[in-house]
């Protein structure tokens, strides 16, 4: 276990990190531009590339890189989430002295004092979960060449996801620090499921990446009103103008999501079928079908 801590928490790229245009990708306003221009240009190029080859009408083999997709996403959740974790715990024994007279440790992991700087461990494992999103973005390539319709809101969540995870650092931004845990908690649960049907194990019926993201959802508003009181009652929290900024971004992102999942529950209802039957990529597996019939189409869709 000490060879473990020392590699969460006490390696010298660790405790010795700090944010800015010296590191090695993703760290500059240009950098963030680009790389989502090319993400946007590449994923609209694909998806209408392969529109206009209509023979095809089959997905592209693609073997195992799906399965690999989703164990690197499911192997780095769980870094980043056991990093961050073990981190907090210490900067929050390490810092406490200052701060301890005015808030407890959950209104501290809330709401950083004035003047945070981002260095330090917690902000070592917030720049991974940054570039964690990047390797996100297979996911809409991957669902392209598998013949799924290109949406607007798949483009639009990811996009702002890599946004708002940017904003985090360079504004050191309050409330991060939860944020990213419960998201690579999400992560870790909806990522070993894909494993568990890709395998060919069996799936159930459970709404897992739909349940997931509402879950999401609830937890960072209730967290975001617990971020504007205590910036109002504990004399102002670090970042709040960015704060506002990614509030913003992630309600932009909620109606985004609840308008498709409600269009497409209406439209599956219409067509008789039942259910949510929602896509993994986009909600959920299907529901309110027979177990057989859910089994088969997880292991199709994840």
Not at 126 to 139: N, T
Not at 237 to 249: M, P, Q, R
Request: charged content about 15%; overall charge positive.
């Amino acid at each position: 276990m000490g060879a473990v801590t020392y590699y969460l928490t006490e390696h010298p790229s660790i405790v010795g990190f700090r944010w800015g245009s010296a590191l090695p990708w993703g760290s500059t306003w240009s950098s963030l531009a680009a790389a989502l221009s090319v993400y946007l240009l590449l994923s609209l190029s694909l998806s209408a590339s392969l529109s206009l080859l209509r023979r095809r009408r089959r997905p592209v083999p693609l073997g195992p890189v799906p399965l690999l997709h989703s164990l690197l996403m499911f192997l780095s959740s769980a870094a980043i989430l056991a990093g961050t974790a073990a981190s907090a715990r210490l900067e929050i024994r390490d810092t406490s002295w200052f701060w301890r007279r005015h808030k407890t440790p959950f209104q501290w992991l809330l709401c950083f004092p004035l003047g945070t700087r981002p260095s330090g461990r917690l902000f070592f494992w917030s720049y991974l979960f940054y570039l964690s999103r990047y390797l996100h973005l297979l996911k809409t390539f991957i669902s392209i060449l598998r013949r799924r319709r290109l949406t607007l809101s798949k483009l639009l969540y990811r996009s702002m996801e890599i946004c708002t995870c940017f904003l985090w650092l360079e504004f050191s931004q309050s409330f991060q620090i939860l944020a990213i845990v419960s998201s690579t908690l999400a992560g870790f649960v909806v990522n070993g499921y894909r494993l568990w049907v890709s395998v060919g194990l069996p799936g159930g019926c459970v709404p897992v990446v739909l349940g997931c993201r509402i879950v999401l959802y609830a937890c960072n508003l209730v967290c975001s009103v617990g971020v504007l009181m205590l910036h109002f009652k504990k004399g102002g929290c670090n970042g709040i103008g960015a704060w506002v900024f990614t509030s913003v971004l992630n309600g932009v992102l909620t109606l985004v999501f609840l308008n498709f999942c409600v269009r497409r529950h209406l439209k599956r209802r219409r067509s008789g079928r039942g259910g949510l039957g929602f896509d993994d990529d986009d909600c959920s597996v299907s529901v309110g079908r027979s177990t057989a019939t859910s089994e088969l189409d997880s292991k199709k869709d994840l």
